[in-house]
């Protein structure tokens, strides 16, 4: 797949290689993985990303951008381009992520949904759901037979059946037992992406030969290294 981390050959552009390797181990991984953290976060679930915003938003160190990070952004555009671009490969679009995220979501509560549907417990709740919207459907439409030139009682009849749904939606979520769907605001989930970003630009420069003191590189990886804390905390409770 061609972008800007892949030579022409597939290769990786800023690996570690050497003639003789390349004739005589093609498939040799590099010192540094640069794809560590891109393709960490792409098996991150909707629950494993909420818990890292939550811990990025409690952090000290997430409150303003560390000067080390930005400044060596600024120093290296075209490792940081290529970093971006290697993200993208494996993420997507912030939407594309999140979808992704939603289908390992859905694979780790696979265990749920098949006790559920075991006991029976499913069933009772489609049934549950079907008689709400009969019941949200029946009532306008009767109106509207019976008396559509009342605006006033169409009126009440809406209000109404809005607010069963909201109130028979509750109830029932509540009766289903699912875990509660994470909400996932757009920019806590950009700086999630820049976190990624910034640990693959660093493992990007190392794998180039450039040193980057100790403060700088813990810099670049602050980040990742708190959304693999996160995931592994959630891993711990769906255990």
């Known amino acids: 797949m061609s972008n800007e981390y892949h030579l022409a050959d597939g290769s990786p552009r800023y690996g570690h290689r050497t003639e003789e390797s390349s004739a005589t181990q093609p498939g040799q991984a590099v010192t540094v993985r640069v794809e560590e953290a891109a393709q960490g976060a792409a098996r991150l679930g909707l629950d494993d990303m909420a818990a890292a915003i939550?811990?990025?938003?409690s952090s000290a160190w997430a409150d303003a951008p560390d000067p080390l990070v930005t400044s060596l952004r600024k120093e290296h555009p075209e490792e940081l381009?290529?970093?971006?671009?290697?993200v993208k490969l494996h993420l997507g679009s912030q939407r594309q992520w999140?979808?992704?995220a939603q289908e390992v979501r859905?694979?780790?509560l696979s265990a749920l949904v098949a006790r559920r549907k075991a006991s029976?417990?499913?069933?009772?709740i489609l049934l549950m759901r079907l008689g709400l919207m009969a019941a949200l459907i029946f009532l306008p439409a009767y109106v509207v037979v019976t008396d559509q030139e009342n605006y006033v009682k169409l009126?009440?009849?809406?209000?109404?059946c809005f607010a069963a749904a909201l109130i028979g939606g509750h109830f029932l979520t509540i009766r289903a037992r699912v875990p509660v769907m994470p909400n996932i605001r757009g920019p806590w989930l950009t700086e999630l992406r820049e976190d990624v970003v910034d640990a693959t630009l660093a493992a990007i420069l190392q794998n180039k030969g450039v040193a980057l003191d100790s403060r700088t590189a813990a810099a670049c990886r602050r980040g990742w290294t708190s959304i693999q804390a996160a995931s592994k905390a959630m891993a711990a409770v769906r255990d």
Not at 54 to 57: F, P, Q, Y
Not at 81 to 86: C, D, K, V
């Open 54 to 57: 939550d811990r990025r938003l």
């Open 81 to 86: 381009a290529a970093a971006r671009a290697l």
């Open 98 to 100: 999140r979808l992704k």
């Open 106 to 108: 859905d694979k780790q």
């Open 120 to 124: 029976g417990s499913a069933i009772q």
């Open 155 to 160: 009126l009440i009849t809406g209000a109404l």
